[in-house]
């Protein structure tokens, strides 16, 4: 029973079936059918004009989002812990030619006003020290955690009233949704650019940049070119986000997946690092707690010497769930 | 009946069952199984030890290639109408971050020492002038043409003679192997590292760069993940090109597409700009000849004015090449 | 007596002077009262309001210049001999960050609409190839020759028609202007950015980069300072340039140099490859004949085997250019 | 009496007269006679085989420097108040690509092999992390604290054991050798490049980045003609660093600014924020206090709220330095 990640799971056979019915002859890129319907389809999910770009990986997306935004000589904001930060291998570096992450505070992961004008209060406004350009958080973070609408609202006025863009990763934005139990609008807030992830949530290989902003979206087009993003067969990425989207299968898989962490929190609520509100739960754990967990065939990744995370997926069994539950409250 | 692209036919059966086949749960990235299997299964294709990654596209595999060869303040020697001069977005100018491309010429997109040397006879060795770094040549080339194995093994002594690097862009390598009745080794002759091109030739979405320098593939693999192009669900990639290689699959698809071009060619000989040694066929054709055509239900692109060039797939019928040959001959 | 190049005569004996004044305690980098007067300084030469930045080099103010109007996706349109092409050593890759440079055609290094549109007709308008975002221009040309106020204002209704900014490299303006006899304003016409040259023509280290656009400007102090050109003692460099601006200085400096040329010109009419408007004359020259002429002690360069290139200076004194009038005539 | 910066004293006489001396028709670029011998003189200063560069700013030596030991994918381990992180604009993200700086802890800006191993203790070594490859030191440091010769062994030994590079940025490296009384080659320890910095200490535009290794060295060359900082009169540049070295200048110009740095501290002993050891002096000092000395005529700069940073330099007058320490004292 592997709790390991979510990033590795299977694809839903919905997914399947869409790939398998775009498999005829097309026109390339992003010329078909399927890859022009995106806008239409994340609009309506969304309820305000969409300009969305397949794309995949989510560090592609994050990564493109934020090179529209930001000149190479200025900033993004972000968490100390946030993905951009600590698991792209340096792409925002490369997408950005340079620019610098301005690394801030927060419980769980998650940014706050606050928090977001204390790492910028020193920088002097001179040309000496790097200017920030935007802001970036990840909803859910990094830690599992969900920032409530009026949130994303607090930082999106902030970021307006400094002239910063916004952005939001979203590689489990499904999960805080399902969550938040909001419409998807009112939990991406004021952002400019979303990466909206599917791989983690039942896809195969995309994930859509959701623009806001059409004049971010038509740089973006040039750049997931010059990227080498731009697949010649995109209409198999095309048709696992469609797909993701119909009947909000998407929502369906991000519910079962924190129904299932929240299984597992339900029973080991005093080992809990962080509150479980999405697909991740932290645990206190022992290394011989986790020894034993793990002869006892559970998968998942230590977290420093006395913790561990995991984490559940769409087709994780409530059934393992429960099993994994029983096995930390039995320790 | 379409011959505008290869990268837009749909995917082998093959392909699909060894997708399938991957669907189960797996190490992320390219810590499965099938990833793990790609060196060995390269090496025995080309009799020698081979360092391989996949990735999404034929751009990515050029520039990640070069990448690993040129420092950004050094240059690549390619043809003047080579693909990642004209058609990857300026890729090269951001994976190389701002090297230099250097043109040179040469018939039928192939170059030849004399051009290389004729292209660089002019660079001053001093600080002014950026200096060659590594030479890139396109095997099929961008007109269809093939390097014989000795014309690749006297750039590859020209290129060690200057202490250049050797790329190819194989995005038709299956092409050019089937044409030239050779060995893969024969054919890639002494070059640094391969884009062994898969998408043209019925995958979905998997390139391999086959490195057979283990350096650069060391430097390489940070790479991708920095250009976002580490899939975490790689294993499905990994299949892609498994299942190509598999009882020599890449090269009976291209022998079906070549032979499609062939029937073409052998009722069009009078017509052709170039030699048809792989898949393509590139015609001299007026305005009118190209409308008559279209209304006859031929899908090409205009090559200027007064051509067309014709792509033939792994999947082109027999019967559909033997339709486009008749119309052509009775114009 | 050297005719190597104008960039390594001596400083002209006012520089020096308005160096040794700026000698005192001052705010560091441009917060000084020199550079502080620059704009205004510029912006009464030109009748125009001018921003204006001080850099060490040519090169510098080039591509600073020009990474204010181009994205790293974009590309430059200049002549294929142009020195951002020629003889920056990539400079131009480094501040664009890749973006590339289109090379056009023209007579002595001098574009024109026609050639412009020439070099540019077969960029197809999608993401595969690079799209224009600048046209750059030397005024005076590599070749010494001068692009009339005309000229100039076709050339940016061009760019203006076309969405492109424009910009001139004018590393020997000063006699562009000297030889065209006309006002500054028309010599640069409506360009977005001028890079004024004054290392040529007597200063030491100090060029000028005039905006006529604050918005590029703006941009530029922070890329001036990322790129490790804002130097702590501004105000030696803003000396030289208020200098050479002082009582027309550069003018005087400039109209010297052109002299000299003319006087070497107008004896060896017959050998000229490019007509003399400035103050460099390419000339036709045996191998045997260089070598007469070096052997009476005249220094230049080689321009291929059977060529060569002279270069007056603001000192190059009359009878020196007499002298060398004189010895090319009695080849 | 200013004590806001040693960047904007005026240029030492010795300076001036070498620049005079220097101002005949030479070799462009760094082909004169005085370019060509700063590796022997450098050499000899060191006891120690140097190739050495002039460039025009301390961020441009610390970045080209850099540039040479880091690929785009790595990253730099430097002092979380280090110049290059918090001074000089994003340039490291310029020069170095994209390359990622390590921020670690220590006392007064200073580095130790524990903090350095506790900043990267939880890089993974794997590729969704930066891997460092250079370890840089500031010597004297950003807070005026030295490193004993011992100290920069250690961190010598440290780097090697890693496989890091090794950089110093000496903008102050002549007031760290006066300080410690100690070799220039004990003082620099086992660098690989050390940024020996001139214009703070009496010179007017003009560093050396003294590499210890001539293949970086040779990247070095090409990468400043490409950052645009090869001036073309570089003899000027030459003859600073020159002037500087002959009779210790260099050490006699950095011991009067040190000495009036310690009369201050003298004064001020229980005020002091870090130990005085070069030409910088942080004290506690209320707002009133600041208010106080400033109505008596004294410049600085504030550091935070309540404390000041007071800069001596080679020209700063005993006279003027007891007149501070008095004010201090009389507080």
Redesign the interface.
């Known amino acids: 029973m592997?709790f390991?990640?979510d990033?590795?799971?299977?694809?839903h056979p919905a997914i399947?079936q869409a790939m398998?019915d775009a498999?005829?002859?097309?026109?390339?890129y992003d010329g078909d059918a399927l890859s022009q319907r995106l806008d239409a389809a994340f609009s309506e999910t969304f309820g305000r004009e969409c300009h969305v770009l397949w794309?995949?990986?989510g560090?592609?997306?994050n990564?493109?989002a934020l090179s529209t935004m930001v000149?190479?000589?200025g900033?993004v904001i972000c968490h100390r812990e946030a993905h951009i930060e600590?698991?792209?291998?340096?792409?925002?570096?490369?997408?950005?030619?340079?620019?610098?992450l301005i690394l801030a505070e927060g419980d769980a992961a998650k940014l706050n006003p606050d928090s977001v004008l204390a790492a910028t209060a020193n920088i002097r406004d001179d040309?000496?020290?790097?200017?920030p350009a935007a802001l970036s958080v990840t909803q859910a973070s990094e830690y599992g955690a969900l920032y409530q609408p009026q949130e994303i609202a607090a930082l999106g006025a902030l970021a307006r009233s400094k002239g910063w863009r916004f952005h939001m990763d979203g590689a489990r934005f499904a999960n805080a949704v399902a969550g938040l139990d909001c419409s998807p609008a009112d939990a991406a807030g004021p952002v400019d650019a979303l990466s909206f992830g599917c791989?983690?949530n039942g896809a195969?290989?995309a994930e859509a940049i959701v623009f806001f902003d059409s004049d971010l979206a038509d740089?973006a087009?040039?750049?997931?070119?010059?990227?080498?993003?731009?697949?010649?067969?995109g209409r198999?990425?095309a048709a696992q986000l469609l797909a993701m989207l119909q009947d909000d299968l998407w929502l369906a898989n991000a519910r079962a997946a924190n129904q299932a962490a929240a299984q597992i929190a339900a029973r080991a609520e005093d080992r809990l690092l962080f509150p479980v509100e999405a697909n991740e739960v932290f645990c206190r754990l022992t290394q011989a707690e986790k020894a034993a967990l793990r002869d006892q065939g559970f998968g998942f990744y230590d977290w420093g010497d006395d913790a561990a995370r995991f984490v559940t997926a769409w087709n994780t069994h409530p059934h393992d769930a429960a099993g994994l539950a029983r096995a930390i409250a039995a320790l």
């Not at 990033?7 to 694809?11: E, G």
Request: glycine share 8%; proline share 6%; hydrophobic share 40%.
């Open positions: 592997q390991l990640s990033n590795a799971a299977v694809v399947w398998r498999d005829q002859a097309s026109a390339p794309v995949a990986t560090t592609a997306a990564c493109l000149p190479p000589h900033a600590m698991d792209e291998g340096g792409a925002p570096g490369f997408y950005l030619h340079g620019a610098k040309v000496h020290q790097v200017q791989i983690k195969m290989s740089i087009r040039y750049r997931r070119k010059r990227a080498g993003h731009l697949q010649s067969k198999y990425l």
